[in-house]
């Protein structure tokens, strides 16, 4: 299939295992986090995201987790399932810029049945 | 299904030749953003057009240019193609075109430059 990136760091996993996926950012100014996931062959899809007042947020079978004092960002998937193999995206509000989106270099997660 | 539309999914064309890539954006969005994917360079910003106005420009070469009509449909003018510029182009689309929310996106153009 399509591949987004050459060298994109793996993260592989059995199937119902929980995943973790991470994110580092640099403006510590920085008050919006998304997380999108690209399957091949199609384009990126929102997942979840969060606001520098909150710490943590659900959603289904997703939580992501902002701790701002060291800049870092996670998405934890429960139950990885086969359908959950992506590669996964952090974006940040560029620094300076109210509409632009930065994205991060993106993780693939493999899921081994 | 994000409700972004892009046309067409591919495109093979040579080099020097110009194309013009298509994209709707979700029912209610007035904000369209291009970008570019190539292999060794992820997700690279092009261009954000607002109600008409562009409002954003990213790394966006002179022979490319962009537009979004009255209809909020955008359009995303290749010209000159060389070898480079095979890619995935995605356009994606928000309410406001304000960075403190998501953008959602087409399943892209594949441009192929033989």
């Known amino acids: 299939g399509e591949s987004v990136g050459l060298h994109l760091p793996t993260l592989s996993v059995q199937e119902g295992d929980n995943s973790i996926i991470n994110c580092a950012y640099s403006n510590s100014a920085s008050d919006y986090f998304i997380w999108y996931k690209q399957e091949s062959g199609k384009g990126p899809q929102f997942i979840i995201d969060i606001r520098s007042n909150m710490d943590k947020r659900q959603g289904q079978r997703v939580t992501v987790l902002l701790n701002k004092t060291v800049k870092h960002l996670s998405l934890q998937i429960a139950a990885t399932q086969p359908g959950d193999s992506a590669v996964y995206f952090c974006a940040v509000p560029e620094e300076d810029s109210s509409y632009k989106l930065i994205f991060g270099s993106g993780t693939r997660l493999l899921v081994r049945p | 299904d994000s409700g972004v539309t892009q046309t067409p999914k591919h495109l093979i064309t040579a080099t020097g030749q110009r194309v013009t890539l298509r994209c709707s954006p979700r029912s209610g969005d007035l904000s369209v953003y291009w970008y570019q994917q190539s292999l060794d360079q992820g997700l690279q910003f092009l261009i954000q057009?607002?109600?008409?106005?562009?409002?954003a420009k990213g790394n966006i070469l002179e022979r490319f240019s962009a537009q979004q009509f009255p209809d909020l449909h955008s359009e995303l003018n290749l010209s000159s193609l060389e070898l480079g510029d095979s890619a995935l182009y995605f356009c994606?689309?928000?309410?406001?075109?304000?960075?403190?929310?998501?953008?959602?996106f087409g399943d892209g153009t594949r441009l192929s430059i033989l």
């Open positions: 994606a689309s928000s309410a406001t075109g304000l960075s403190n929310q998501p953008q959602h």
């Open positions: 057009y607002y109600n008409g106005e562009e409002r």
